[in-house]
Nanobody, 114 residues
Framework: VQLQASGGGLVQPGGSLGLSCAAL????????MGWYRQAPGKERELVAY???????SYTDFAKGRFTISRDNAKKMVYLQMNALRPEDTADYYC?????????WGQGTQVTVSS
C-alpha cells in the first residue's frame, strides 16, 4: 500500500486549505485513515482520524476548525482546515492502519503566514 498526499501550500492566517490522500493498492474494508502533523523541532502529533465505518476523532486543537472525511470507494481521505493559525504550520502526513500493518504517506507542507 502506498499513500499519496497532496494539497499543502502557503495560506494566510484565518485562511483555509484542503489536504487529500489517496491509498494505492489493496486495502481492507476495515481500516482507519487520518492525519498527523510535525512542526519544525517538535514531535509528530495526531490531527484527526476516521474509520471506514464513519467514526471520527480530532485532537483538541483541530476541533471546530478541521474536518476529516473519507471516500471509501476512492480510497481517499481528506482534511479540510479552516481558520488556520501560524501554529498550524507543519508537515502533514496521512496514515492508514489496518489488519497487518500501518502505512504513511509522504508529508505535505502547510505554511500559515502573512
Amino acid at each position: 500500500v502506498q499513500l499519496q498526499a497532496s494539497g499543502g501550500g502557503l495560506v494566510q492566517p484565518g485562511g483555509s486549505l484542503g489536504l487529500s490522500c489517496a491509498a494505492l493498492g489493496t486495502i481492507f474494508s476495515s481500516n482507519i485513515m487520518g492525519w498527523y502533523r510535525q512542526a519544525p523541532g517538535k514531535e509528530r502529533e495526531l490531527v484527526a482520524y476516521a474509520s471506514s465505518v464513519g467514526d471520527t476523532s480530532y485532537t483538541d486543537f483541530a476541533k471546530g476548525r478541521f474536518t476529516i472525511s473519507r471516500d471509501n470507494a476512492k480510497k481517499m481521505v481528506y482534511l479540510q482546515m479552516n481558520a488556520l493559525r501560524p501554529e498550524d504550520t507543519a508537515d502533514y502526513y496521512c496514515f492508514l492502519n489496518q489488519r497487518g500493518g500501518g502505512y504513511w504517506g509522504q508529508g505535505t507542507q502547510v505554511t500559515v503566514s502573512s
